[in-house]
C-alpha cells in the first residue's frame, strides 16, 4: 500500500512539474513579443521632449522643412506634429516638381504634406514659385528647342504662378515668391538667370503681381541666402524697398540661415534683421541650420560621432541666436530649421556629398542634442 502511494506521489509531483514548466514557458513567450520596436521606443520618448512650438507661442512661428515621406512614417510624424506649428514643403512644390513637364501638374506630394499640415493645424508655407534651379528646361525653350521670347515666358510664368498657388489658395499662409535672385559676389546684382536673361530685371515684380492675383490673402516673400554678408544685404534692401516702392506687395525677406558654429556672429546677424524691418517688412528666418563645418572644408571628421565641445559650441551659439530672435519677436514671423534631424539633412550630401553631419536640434535617433535644450530653456 506504502508503495502504491509513493508511486502515485511521485507520479503527481511530476505531473506538476511538466505543468508549471510548460506555462512559464508563456509568459516568456508573451515578453519577448510585446517588447516595444525602435519606432515605438522614439514615439514614447519624443511626447516626453518639451514643444517648442509651446515654448514659443508667444514669440514666434517655429517650422521646419519636411518631405513628403516625413508625414507619412514613425517616429517622423509625431516629432514634426508635436514640435512645430507651421511647415514647408522642402522640393514638392517647386517648379520642376510639381510642374514638371507644359500642361502637366503633379499636385500630389504637396497635397499630402497640405493635408498633413491641416489635420495637425499648423500653417503652410509655398516652397518656391521662381527661381534659377530646379527649374525644367522645356520652360524657357520653344516646341523646336529655341529659347521663347520675353513674351512667351511671362506667360508661362503666369500660368505657373497662377495654377500653383490657386491651386492651394486658402490653404498656403505665405509664399516665397522668387528665390535666391541677388548675386553672391560684388556689385551684387541680379543673378543672370535664364528669368532675367529673357525677361529683365522686372521679372521679379511680375512675379509677386501674379501670386498676389492669384492669393490676395497669402503673404508673399523674398527669400535668399548670405544675407548676413554686407553688400548682400544692402542689395536685398534696395531690391526690396524698390518693389514696395512701386506699390508691389512683399511681407517679408526671408533670412535662409545656412550658418555655421563660426560665422557669422550674432551681431552680423541682428545687421540684417534692423536692416529688413527697417522697410516695415517682416523677416522670417526661413531656412536654418548650423553647419558643424565652414563651407570650403573638404573633410569628414565626424562620421564616427560628434566630441563633446563642439556639441556645446553648437549648443551655444544656438543659444545665443536665438536669445536674439527672441529680442526681435516683434519683427520675426517664424524661425523654420532646414529639417528636423540630423539624419535628414541636405548637408549630408552638400557641399561634400556623403559627409556626416549634424545641423540641427535633433540626432540621428529623433534625440533631443543639447542644442535642443539652449533653444528651449532659453540658455544664452
Known sequence: MRKKIHGTIIV?????????????????????????????????????????????????????????????????????????????????????????????????????????????????????LIWHNQTPDWVFKDADGNQVDRDVLLKRMEEHIKAVVGHYKGKVYGWDVVNEAIEDTAPYGLRDSMWKKIIGDDYIEWAFKFAHEADPDAELYYNDYNTETPGKREAIYNLVKSLKGKGIRIDAVGMQSHINIYYPSVQEIEESIKKFSSLGVKVNISELDMDLYKWDEKEDRYKDGVPDDILKLQADRYGEIFALYRNYKDVIGRVTFWGYYDGGSWLNDFPIKGRTNYPLLFDREFKPKPAFWNVAKFAQ
Do not use: W
Open 12 to 128: 503527481y509531483c511530476m505531473f506538476l512539474t511538466l505543468l508549471f514548466t510548460g506555462c512559464g514557458s508563456v509568459p516568456v513567450k508573451s515578453n519577448d513579443q510585446a517588447k516595444p520596436n525602435k519606432d515605438e521606443e522614439e514615439t514614447d520618448m519624443i511626447e516626453e521632449v518639451p514643444s517648442l512650438k509651446e515654448v514659443y507661442k508667444d514669440y514666434f512661428y517655429i517650422g521646419a522643412a519636411i518631405s513628403v515621406d516625413s508625414v507619412s512614417k514613425s517616429p517622423d510624424k509625431e516629432l514634426i506634429a508635436k514640435q512645430f506649428n507651421i511647415i514647408t514643403p522642402e522640393n514638392a512644390m517647386k517648379f520642376e516638381p510639381i510642374h514638371p513637364q507644359d500642361g502637366i501638374y503633379n499636385f500630389e506630394p504637396a497635397d499630402k504634406i497640405v493635408e498633413f499640415a491641416q489635420r495637425n493645424d499648423m500653417k503652410v508655407i509655398g516652397h518656391t
